[in-house]
Protein backbone atom coordinates (compact mmCIF):
# COMPACT_ATOMS: atom_id res chain seq x y z
CA UNK A 1 0.00 0.00 0.00
CA UNK A 2 1.07 3.39 -1.38
CA UNK A 3 0.98 5.97 1.64
CA UNK A 4 1.36 9.51 1.69
CA UNK A 5 1.56 12.13 3.82
CA UNK A 6 1.09 15.82 2.70
CA UNK A 7 4.29 17.94 3.24
CA UNK A 8 3.49 21.47 4.01
CA UNK A 9 4.49 24.16 6.43
CA UNK A 10 2.75 22.83 9.51
CA UNK A 11 4.26 21.28 12.53
CA UNK A 12 3.63 17.30 13.56
CA UNK A 13 4.03 15.98 10.61
CA UNK A 14 6.81 13.61 12.13
CA UNK A 15 5.21 12.70 14.59
CA UNK A 16 2.37 11.06 12.34
CA UNK A 17 4.99 9.32 10.21
CA UNK A 18 6.26 8.10 12.99
CA UNK A 19 3.38 7.01 14.52
CA UNK A 20 2.33 5.12 11.81
CA UNK A 21 6.01 3.34 11.71
CA UNK A 22 4.91 1.92 14.92
CA UNK A 23 2.01 0.15 13.85
CA UNK A 24 4.00 -1.09 11.60
CA UNK A 25 3.34 0.97 8.37
CA UNK A 26 5.86 3.07 6.13
CA UNK A 27 4.83 6.35 4.36
CA UNK A 28 5.95 9.08 2.31
CA UNK A 29 6.03 12.23 3.43
CA UNK A 30 5.56 14.36 -0.10
CA UNK A 31 3.99 17.56 -1.71
CA UNK A 32 5.00 15.88 -4.91
CA UNK A 33 1.56 16.34 -7.10
CA UNK A 34 1.90 13.12 -8.35
CA UNK A 35 3.00 10.72 -5.74
CA UNK A 36 0.23 12.45 -3.38
CA UNK A 37 -2.18 11.82 -6.24
CA UNK A 38 -0.95 8.06 -7.30
CA UNK A 39 -1.12 7.04 -3.22
CA UNK A 40 -3.59 4.58 -1.73
CA UNK A 41 -3.87 6.54 1.50
CA UNK A 42 -3.00 10.40 1.91
CA UNK A 43 -3.13 11.47 5.43
CA UNK A 44 -3.47 15.41 5.61
CA UNK A 45 -1.97 16.40 9.27
CA UNK A 46 -0.51 19.30 10.85
CA UNK A 47 -0.82 21.69 13.60
CA UNK A 48 -0.43 25.31 13.05
CA UNK A 49 -1.86 28.35 11.77
CA UNK A 50 -4.52 28.26 9.37
CA UNK A 51 -3.79 31.41 7.38
CA UNK A 52 -0.15 30.69 6.77
CA UNK A 53 -0.63 27.38 6.08
CA UNK A 54 -3.49 27.99 3.40
CA UNK A 55 -0.72 30.80 1.72
CA UNK A 56 1.76 27.61 1.71
CA UNK A 57 -1.13 25.51 -0.08
CA UNK A 58 -2.40 27.62 -2.58
CA UNK A 59 1.16 29.15 -3.61
CA UNK A 60 1.95 25.05 -4.51
CA UNK A 61 -1.61 24.91 -5.93
CA UNK A 62 -1.63 21.97 -2.98
CA UNK A 63 -5.15 23.27 -2.01
CA UNK A 64 -6.75 22.46 -5.41
CA UNK A 65 -4.79 18.75 -5.56
CA UNK A 66 -6.34 17.58 -1.95
CA UNK A 67 -9.68 19.08 -3.13
CA UNK A 68 -9.40 16.67 -6.21
CA UNK A 69 -7.99 13.44 -4.53
CA UNK A 70 -10.48 10.13 -4.62
CA UNK A 71 -8.80 7.80 -2.63
CA UNK A 72 -9.42 8.05 1.56
CA UNK A 73 -7.80 11.27 2.65
CA UNK A 74 -7.73 11.55 6.81
CA UNK A 75 -7.61 15.19 8.29
CA UNK A 76 -5.89 15.55 11.71
CA UNK A 77 -6.15 18.37 13.76
CA UNK A 78 -5.34 21.73 11.34
CA UNK A 79 -5.78 19.26 8.66
CA UNK A 80 -9.54 18.69 9.29
CA UNK A 81 -10.04 22.36 10.14
CA UNK A 82 -8.58 23.35 6.39
CA UNK A 83 -10.59 20.44 4.73
CA UNK A 84 -13.62 22.77 5.89
CA UNK A 85 -15.01 25.84 4.22
CA UNK A 86 -13.58 28.81 6.10
CA UNK A 87 -11.88 29.30 9.20
CA UNK A 88 -11.67 32.24 11.60
CA UNK A 89 -8.59 31.81 12.38
CA UNK A 90 -6.73 34.84 9.98
CA UNK A 91 -10.56 34.75 8.17
CA UNK A 92 -9.54 32.42 5.87
CA UNK A 93 -11.14 30.74 3.02
CA UNK A 94 -10.34 26.68 3.40
CA UNK A 95 -10.53 23.81 0.97
CA UNK A 96 -14.25 23.68 1.47
CA UNK A 97 -14.57 19.76 1.62
CA UNK A 98 -16.80 20.03 4.72
CA UNK A 99 -19.25 22.36 5.35
CA UNK A 100 -18.91 22.60 8.85
CA UNK A 101 -17.05 26.37 9.68
CA UNK A 102 -14.23 26.54 11.60
CA UNK A 103 -14.40 29.01 14.72
CA UNK A 104 -12.68 30.11 17.47
CA UNK A 105 -13.10 29.41 21.04
CA UNK A 106 -14.91 31.96 23.40
CA UNK A 107 -16.20 32.01 26.58
CA UNK A 108 -16.58 34.24 29.51
CA UNK A 109 -16.07 31.17 32.19
CA UNK A 110 -12.31 30.92 33.10
CA UNK A 111 -12.69 27.45 33.98
CA UNK A 112 -12.24 26.92 29.95
CA UNK A 113 -8.97 27.66 28.72
CA UNK A 114 -8.08 28.12 25.44
CA UNK A 115 -6.16 26.81 23.48
CA UNK A 116 -7.71 23.46 24.94
CA UNK A 117 -5.05 21.68 25.44
CA UNK A 118 -5.55 18.08 26.82
CA UNK A 119 -7.27 14.97 26.96
CA UNK A 120 -11.11 14.45 26.22
CA UNK A 121 -13.67 12.52 25.22
CA UNK A 122 -15.13 11.42 21.87
CA UNK A 123 -18.63 10.30 21.13
CA UNK A 124 -21.30 9.52 19.16
CA UNK A 125 -18.89 7.51 16.65
CA UNK A 126 -19.68 6.78 13.65
CA UNK A 127 -17.87 5.31 10.50
CA UNK A 128 -15.67 2.78 9.95
CA UNK A 129 -12.95 5.46 10.96
CA UNK A 130 -13.93 4.43 14.97
CA UNK A 131 -14.55 0.73 15.06
CA UNK A 132 -13.21 -0.74 18.13
CA UNK A 133 -13.21 2.13 20.05
CA UNK A 134 -15.41 2.67 23.02
CA UNK A 135 -17.71 5.84 23.45
CA UNK A 136 -16.12 8.19 25.63
CA UNK A 137 -12.85 7.53 24.58
CA UNK A 138 -10.38 9.58 26.21
CA UNK A 139 -7.86 11.36 23.04
CA UNK A 140 -5.25 14.25 23.42
CA UNK A 141 -6.52 17.64 21.75
CA UNK A 142 -4.80 20.95 21.06
CA UNK A 143 -6.78 23.68 19.15
CA UNK A 144 -8.02 27.05 20.04
CA UNK A 145 -10.23 26.83 16.90
CA UNK A 146 -13.09 24.20 16.29
CA UNK A 147 -15.35 22.86 13.73
CA UNK A 148 -18.72 23.26 14.43
CA UNK A 149 -21.33 20.41 14.46
CA UNK A 150 -22.98 19.80 11.09
CA UNK A 151 -24.27 16.96 8.82
CA UNK A 152 -20.61 16.10 7.95
CA UNK A 153 -19.95 15.43 12.33
CA UNK A 154 -18.76 11.80 12.85
CA UNK A 155 -17.56 12.04 16.51
CA UNK A 156 -18.64 14.92 19.09
CA UNK A 157 -16.43 16.36 21.86
CA UNK A 158 -17.83 19.16 24.47
CA UNK A 159 -15.85 22.37 25.89
CA UNK A 160 -17.87 24.89 25.72
CA UNK A 161 -20.28 23.40 23.37
CA UNK A 162 -20.56 20.46 22.06
CA UNK A 163 -18.85 20.49 18.47
CA UNK A 164 -17.20 18.42 15.74
CA UNK A 165 -14.73 16.02 16.57
CA UNK A 166 -14.48 14.25 13.74
CA UNK A 167 -15.80 14.71 10.32
CA UNK A 168 -16.68 13.11 7.12
CA UNK A 169 -17.77 13.51 3.73
CA UNK A 170 -17.94 10.49 0.76
CA UNK A 171 -13.32 9.84 0.81
CA UNK A 172 -12.18 12.44 3.29
CA UNK A 173 -12.41 12.15 7.27
CA UNK A 174 -10.79 14.27 9.53
CA UNK A 175 -10.36 14.44 13.33
CA UNK A 176 -9.52 17.34 15.21
CA UNK A 177 -7.39 15.50 18.23
CA UNK A 178 -4.06 13.69 17.64
CA UNK A 179 -4.58 10.09 16.65
CA UNK A 180 -0.99 9.78 16.26
CA UNK A 181 -0.39 11.13 20.03
CA UNK A 182 -3.75 9.65 21.84
CA UNK A 183 -1.71 6.49 23.04
CA UNK A 184 -3.73 3.31 22.24
CA UNK A 185 -7.13 4.61 21.29
CA UNK A 186 -5.35 6.67 18.30
CA UNK A 187 -3.49 3.47 17.21
CA UNK A 188 -6.77 1.84 16.53
CA UNK A 189 -8.24 4.32 14.68
CA UNK A 190 -4.97 4.94 12.18
CA UNK A 191 -4.99 1.30 11.98
CA UNK A 192 -8.92 1.23 11.07
CA UNK A 193 -8.19 4.35 8.25
CA UNK A 194 -5.42 2.48 6.71
CA UNK A 195 -7.78 -0.83 6.15
CA UNK A 196 -10.82 1.03 4.78
CA UNK B 1 -10.93 17.49 29.96
CA UNK B 2 -8.62 15.76 32.15
CA UNK B 3 -6.47 17.00 34.55
CA UNK B 4 -2.74 15.71 33.33
CA UNK B 5 0.19 14.25 34.73
CA UNK B 6 3.58 15.06 33.38
CA UNK B 7 6.92 13.57 34.02
CA UNK B 8 9.50 15.62 33.97
CA UNK B 9 12.95 14.20 31.94
CA UNK B 10 15.24 16.65 32.48
CA UNK B 11 18.18 16.09 30.54
CA UNK B 12 21.99 16.66 29.97
CA UNK B 13 24.58 15.19 28.04
CA UNK B 14 21.49 13.09 26.76
CA UNK B 15 21.01 11.72 29.61
CA UNK B 16 18.15 12.24 32.50
CA UNK B 17 19.04 13.99 35.37
CA UNK B 18 17.16 16.14 38.58
CA UNK B 19 18.72 18.22 40.90
CA UNK B 20 17.42 19.91 44.22
CA UNK B 21 17.01 23.33 43.71
CA UNK B 22 19.00 22.97 40.43
CA UNK B 23 22.26 21.88 41.71
CA UNK B 24 23.49 18.40 42.51
CA UNK B 25 22.43 16.31 38.99
CA UNK B 26 22.04 12.50 39.47
CA UNK B 27 21.59 10.36 36.94
CA UNK B 28 18.24 8.53 36.35
CA UNK B 29 18.40 6.89 33.01
CA UNK B 30 17.88 7.07 29.78
CA UNK B 31 15.45 9.64 28.43
CA UNK B 32 13.87 7.57 25.27
CA UNK B 33 13.70 4.08 26.98
CA UNK B 34 12.38 6.27 30.76
CA UNK B 35 9.97 8.47 28.42
CA UNK B 36 8.54 5.18 26.45
CA UNK B 37 7.82 3.43 29.72
CA UNK B 38 6.16 6.21 31.54
CA UNK B 39 3.49 6.43 28.16
CA UNK B 40 3.10 3.10 28.72
CA UNK B 41 2.27 3.69 32.08
CA UNK B 42 -0.55 6.43 31.87
CA UNK B 43 1.73 9.73 31.28
CA UNK B 44 -0.44 11.84 29.96
CA UNK B 45 2.47 14.20 28.38
CA UNK B 46 6.13 14.20 28.25
CA UNK B 47 8.25 17.45 29.21
CA UNK B 48 11.94 17.15 28.45
CA UNK B 49 14.06 20.03 29.58
CA UNK B 50 17.92 20.45 28.39
CA UNK B 51 18.78 21.99 31.61
CA UNK B 52 22.52 22.89 30.42
CA UNK B 53 21.37 24.12 27.45
CA UNK B 54 21.07 28.23 27.95
CA UNK B 55 24.10 27.98 30.77
CA UNK B 56 26.25 26.25 28.21
CA UNK B 57 24.51 28.06 25.07
CA UNK B 58 24.78 25.30 23.23
CA UNK B 59 20.96 23.74 21.90
CA UNK B 60 18.80 21.20 22.13
CA UNK B 61 19.92 18.19 20.58
CA UNK B 62 16.89 17.27 17.85
CA UNK B 63 18.55 13.73 17.50
CA UNK B 64 17.30 13.30 20.52
CA UNK B 65 14.13 14.54 19.96
CA UNK B 66 13.58 12.66 17.03
CA UNK B 67 14.60 8.76 19.04
CA UNK B 68 11.87 10.16 21.20
CA UNK B 69 9.08 11.27 19.16
CA UNK B 70 9.45 7.35 17.12
CA UNK B 71 9.23 5.76 20.56
CA UNK B 72 6.70 7.54 22.63
CA UNK B 73 2.68 7.82 21.61
CA UNK B 74 1.76 10.54 23.80
CA UNK B 75 2.89 14.08 23.50
CA UNK B 76 6.04 16.03 24.46
CA UNK B 77 7.12 19.02 24.78
CA UNK B 78 11.19 20.24 24.63
CA UNK B 79 12.85 23.05 26.15
CA UNK B 80 16.51 24.24 26.99
CA UNK B 81 17.80 27.12 25.00
CA UNK B 82 15.36 27.43 22.35
CA UNK B 83 16.12 31.56 21.12
CA UNK B 84 15.07 31.63 17.38
CA UNK B 85 12.06 30.73 15.04
CA UNK B 86 14.36 28.40 13.40
CA UNK B 87 15.23 26.54 16.43
CA UNK B 88 11.81 25.75 17.02
CA UNK B 89 10.71 24.56 13.52
CA UNK B 90 13.35 22.18 13.92
CA UNK B 91 12.58 20.73 16.82
CA UNK B 92 8.65 20.43 15.70
CA UNK B 93 10.20 18.80 12.07
CA UNK B 94 11.81 16.36 14.67
CA UNK B 95 8.21 15.01 16.16
CA UNK B 96 8.54 17.55 19.22
CA UNK B 97 4.54 18.38 19.64
CA UNK B 98 5.21 21.79 21.40
CA UNK B 99 8.31 23.92 23.27
CA UNK B 100 9.10 25.58 25.82
CA UNK B 101 11.01 29.02 25.96
CA UNK B 102 11.57 30.35 28.94
CA UNK B 103 14.87 33.04 29.22
CA UNK B 104 15.18 34.10 25.62
CA UNK B 105 11.24 35.11 25.87
CA UNK B 106 12.00 37.22 28.88
CA UNK B 107 14.79 38.53 26.88
CA UNK B 108 13.47 39.20 23.38
CA UNK B 109 9.18 38.97 24.05
CA UNK B 110 8.81 39.38 20.32
CA UNK B 111 10.33 35.96 19.95
CA UNK B 112 6.71 34.91 21.77
CA UNK B 113 4.91 36.57 18.93
CA UNK B 114 6.85 35.67 15.97
CA UNK B 115 5.96 32.13 17.10
CA UNK B 116 2.85 32.01 17.94
CA UNK B 117 1.91 33.60 14.43
CA UNK B 118 4.38 30.71 12.78
CA UNK B 119 3.04 27.93 14.36
CA UNK B 120 0.42 28.51 16.51
CA UNK B 121 -0.23 29.55 20.37
CA UNK B 122 -1.22 26.04 20.88
CA UNK B 123 2.29 24.69 20.63
CA UNK B 124 4.38 27.80 22.69
CA UNK B 125 4.77 27.06 26.43
CA UNK B 126 6.39 29.99 28.74
CA UNK B 127 8.36 28.30 31.18
CA UNK B 128 8.33 29.95 33.90
CA UNK B 129 11.01 29.33 37.04
CA UNK B 130 10.14 32.11 40.03
CA UNK B 131 10.71 32.09 43.50
CA UNK B 132 9.52 34.11 46.41
CA UNK B 133 11.30 36.87 47.99
CA UNK B 134 11.16 37.93 52.12
CA UNK B 135 9.05 41.17 50.73
CA UNK B 136 6.62 38.55 49.77
CA UNK B 137 6.80 38.70 45.99
CA UNK B 138 6.86 36.09 43.24
CA UNK B 139 10.08 37.11 41.60
CA UNK B 140 10.70 35.62 37.48
CA UNK B 141 14.21 34.08 37.17
CA UNK B 142 15.92 33.25 34.15
CA UNK B 143 19.25 31.26 33.23
CA UNK B 144 17.69 28.05 35.22
CA UNK B 145 17.34 30.04 37.90
CA UNK B 146 20.74 31.14 38.32
CA UNK B 147 19.95 35.41 37.68
CA UNK B 148 16.75 36.99 39.23
CA UNK B 149 14.93 39.77 37.51
CA UNK B 150 13.18 42.20 39.48
CA UNK B 151 10.10 41.17 37.24
CA UNK B 152 6.66 39.87 39.25
CA UNK B 153 5.42 35.93 37.79
CA UNK B 154 2.26 36.96 37.76
CA UNK B 155 3.27 40.28 35.47
CA UNK B 156 5.34 38.57 33.21
CA UNK B 157 2.82 35.53 33.08
CA UNK B 158 0.04 38.26 31.73
CA UNK B 159 1.94 40.00 29.23
CA UNK B 160 3.24 36.96 27.88
CA UNK B 161 -0.22 35.37 27.26
CA UNK B 162 -1.26 38.57 25.41
CA UNK B 163 1.76 37.69 23.56
CA UNK B 164 0.59 34.75 22.74
CA UNK B 165 2.05 31.74 24.57
CA UNK B 166 -0.73 29.12 24.82
CA UNK B 167 0.41 27.36 28.22
CA UNK B 168 2.04 28.01 31.37
CA UNK B 169 4.55 25.64 32.87
CA UNK B 170 5.50 27.82 36.35
CA UNK B 171 8.17 26.09 38.52
CA UNK B 172 8.55 27.14 41.62
CA UNK B 173 12.16 27.71 43.25
CA UNK B 174 11.20 27.33 46.86
CA UNK B 175 9.40 24.53 46.31
CA UNK B 176 11.76 22.45 43.66
CA UNK B 177 12.94 19.29 45.43
CA UNK B 178 11.42 19.76 48.92
CA UNK B 179 8.88 16.96 48.16
CA UNK B 180 7.01 19.36 49.99
CA UNK B 181 4.56 19.98 47.88
CA UNK B 182 3.82 22.32 44.80
CA UNK B 183 3.25 26.20 45.56
CA UNK B 184 -0.47 26.49 45.41
CA UNK B 185 -0.66 29.92 46.33
CA UNK B 186 1.26 31.18 42.92
CA UNK B 187 -0.28 28.43 40.92
CA UNK B 188 -3.51 29.57 41.38
CA UNK B 189 -3.01 33.23 40.90
CA UNK B 190 -1.74 31.91 37.23
CA UNK B 191 -4.29 29.44 36.96
CA UNK B 192 -7.70 31.16 38.07
CA UNK B 193 -6.19 34.82 36.57
CA UNK B 194 -4.99 33.53 33.16
CA UNK B 195 -7.09 32.16 30.10
CA UNK B 196 -4.14 29.47 29.28
CA UNK B 197 -3.63 26.18 31.02
CA UNK B 198 -1.31 26.19 33.97
CA UNK B 199 1.76 23.15 34.28
CA UNK B 200 2.55 23.25 38.33
CA UNK B 201 5.55 22.53 38.59
CA UNK B 202 8.15 21.49 41.83
CA UNK B 203 7.98 20.17 44.89
CA UNK B 204 5.71 16.56 44.49
CA UNK B 205 6.51 14.20 47.27
CA UNK B 206 2.90 12.70 47.72
CA UNK B 207 0.29 11.76 46.27
CA UNK B 208 -1.68 14.25 48.34
CA UNK B 209 0.45 16.99 46.69
CA UNK B 210 -1.27 16.20 43.40
CA UNK B 211 -4.51 16.56 44.43
CA UNK B 212 -4.05 19.48 46.51
CA UNK B 213 -2.84 21.53 43.29
CA UNK B 214 -5.52 20.32 41.35
CA UNK B 215 -8.16 21.20 43.93
CA UNK B 216 -6.94 24.13 45.43
CA UNK B 217 -4.92 26.20 43.00
CA UNK B 218 -6.81 24.83 39.87
CA UNK B 219 -4.32 23.55 38.25
CA UNK B 220 -4.43 22.03 34.54
CA UNK B 221 -1.22 19.70 34.92
CA UNK B 222 1.35 18.37 37.70
CA UNK B 223 4.74 17.82 36.79
CA UNK B 224 7.49 15.79 38.94
CA UNK B 225 10.45 13.90 38.24
CA UNK B 226 12.60 12.53 40.45
CA UNK B 227 9.53 11.21 42.46
CA UNK B 228 8.95 8.85 38.95
CA UNK B 229 12.29 8.04 38.31
CA UNK B 230 13.31 7.01 41.40
CA UNK B 231 9.93 4.52 41.67
CA UNK B 232 8.17 6.61 44.81
CA UNK B 233 5.00 7.06 42.86
CA UNK B 234 4.10 4.71 40.10
CA UNK B 235 2.24 6.49 37.69
CA UNK B 236 -0.95 3.97 37.22
CA UNK B 237 -1.27 4.48 41.58
CA UNK B 238 -1.43 8.02 41.01
CA UNK B 239 -4.11 8.35 38.65
CA UNK B 240 -6.22 5.59 40.79
CA UNK B 241 -5.80 7.99 43.32
CA UNK B 242 -7.02 11.05 42.31
CA UNK B 243 -9.50 9.19 40.64
CA UNK B 244 -10.80 7.99 43.94
CA UNK B 245 -10.81 11.79 45.13
CA UNK B 246 -12.98 12.73 42.41
CA UNK B 247 -10.37 14.43 39.93
CA UNK B 248 -10.95 14.08 35.86
CA UNK B 249 -8.40 11.63 35.31
CA UNK B 250 -7.60 9.57 32.21
CA UNK B 251 -7.50 6.14 33.39
New interface residues.
Given amino acids: MKLSIIKYNAGNIRSVLYALERIGYTALVTDDPDEIKSSDKVIFPGVGEAGSAMKYLKERNLDNLIYSLTQPVLGICLGMQLLCKYSEESETPCIGIFDETVKIFTTGDTIFKIPQIGWNTIYHLKTQLFNGVKENSYSYFVHGYYASKGRHTISTTNYIQPYSSGLHKNNFYGVQFHPEKSADTGEIILKNFLTL | ??K?IIPCLDIKDGRTVKGTNFINLRDAGDPVELGALY?QQGA??LVFLDIAATIEKRKTLSELV?KI???V???FTVGGGIKTVDDVNLL????A??ISINTAAFKNPDLIQQLA???????VVLAIDTKKEENGNWYVYLNGGRMKTETKCFEWARQAVELGV??ILLTSMNHDGTKNGFAVEITKLLA??L???VIASGGAGKMDHFADVFKDASA??ALAASIFHFKEIAIPDLKKYLAQQKIVI?L
Avoid at chain 2, 92 to 95: E, P, R, S, T, W
Wanted: glycine share 8%; hydrophobic share 20%.
Fill in positions: MTRADENAHHNIPLQNGDKKEFGSQCGEENPVPDAR
